[in-house]
């Protein structure tokens, strides 16, 4: 099999076993709220990289300029303290298949991070993408009576809209740091800068024991468990090796089907509504992403 086409057929996979883990964090956040849920995420997908730092002799302190190790535990804080809570609140909020929608605003947000911060300029393309993405987002919350969505709507999109900004800055900043250190070593550090950040936000909240125990129950323990080895353990890896077997732009298109898996499994599974609206807002939303990727 050529390199090319494995690298495609990760990208695809990435994304249908990313879909497979929303689902089960869906699942999960139906008892776990989104700070717990999140603190348990990062400790153990940190706990399971460490051993594989180890084994592949990657150092655990390389030479780096200090402002990249500041930008590595910046992203950390923004990506995954910030962002992956703010993503568990609006799946609490707005199920599966909505947040998928609400996901792919993270395209246009890095596009506008990149113009930000590294100044490159998007293409007409490009900005015609995230057009298309905001108009999905607005088509699947429309309502023909022309009122307002429902307060836990608009709440639930403000949460997933901040919550991409948020990831797009966070990788932006990171990027050069890619070019001096493993990807890995970089991964670990984000890991371990978001779960301090964590667990001081963690440690003002009320009834931190109640929140800790709905962990330990069955049901969402394995939910949550499932949610992560899935998304932040399998998915990862995959789209580290898709990205490097082929194009940027090829792995990155493949890995917006990730929505449409979503939503999918999200009306089979839990048995989300599935309407000619969320289904257009799914193409626009699909079509829009894969316009600025490609642009």
Same mark, same amino acid.
Not at 62 to 78: D, F, H, K, R, Y
Not at 120 to 132: I, K, T, W
Not at 150 to 175: D, E, F, N, W
């Given at each position: ?69 500041? *930008? +590595? ?12 809570? @703010? !993503?568990?609140?609006?799946?609490? %909020? /707005? ?72 990831? *797009? +800055? ?12 493993? @990807? !890995?070593?970089?991964?670990?550090? %984000? /890991? ?87 289904? @257009? ?15």
């Amino acid at each position: 099999m050529e390199l090319d086409l494995l690298g495609k057929l990760m990208a695809l996979l990435c994304a249908g076993i990313w879909a497979g883990a929303v689902i089960f964090f869906k699942l999960a956040g139906n008892n776990i709220r989104p700070l717990p849920l999140n603190i348990y995420k990062t400790t153990l997908t940190a706990i399971i990289i460490f051993p594989f730092l180890i084994l592949t002799g990657i150092p655990l302190i390389p030479e780096l300029p200090n402002n990249q190790w500041l *930008a +590595i535990i910046a992203s950390g804080v923004l990506g995954i303290t910030i962002a992956d809570t @703010l !993503f568990f609140a609006c799946l609490n %909020r /707005l199920g599966a298949g909505m947040t998928a929608i609400v996901e792919c605003l993270y395209a246009p947000f890095v596009m506008t991070a990149s113009w930000l911060f590294l100044y490159e300029n998007p293409s007409m393309a490009q900005v015609g993408g995230a057009v298309l993405v905001g108009g999905a987002v607005l088509v699947a919350t429309y309502k023909k009576s022309g009122t307002l969505p429902p307060q836990k709507i608009i709440i639930g999109i403000l949460y997933g809209a901040a919550g991409m900004a948020t990831m *797009a +800055i966070s990788i932006v900043i990171m990027r050069p740091a890619l070019d001096l250190a493993p @990807l !890995f070593w970089v991964v670990e550090l %984000r /890991l371990l800068a978001a779960l301090v950040t964590l667990l001081f936000m963690f440690a003002f909240q009320k009834n931190r024991l109640k929140q800790l125990a709905l962990l330990w129950e069955k049901g969402s323990r394995l939910y949550a468990f499932l949610g992560t080895i899935l998304g932040n353990l399998i998915a990862m890896t995959l789209w580290v090796a898709a990205f490097k077997y082929t194009s940027m732009n090829s792995a990155a298109i493949l890995n917006q089907t990730s929505t449409i898996f979503i939503v999918i499994l999200a009306t089979i599974l839990l048995k989300e509504r599935f309407t000619r609206r969320r289904f @257009l807002a799914t193409i626009l939303a699909v079509a829009g992403s894969v316009f600025v990727l490609a642009g």
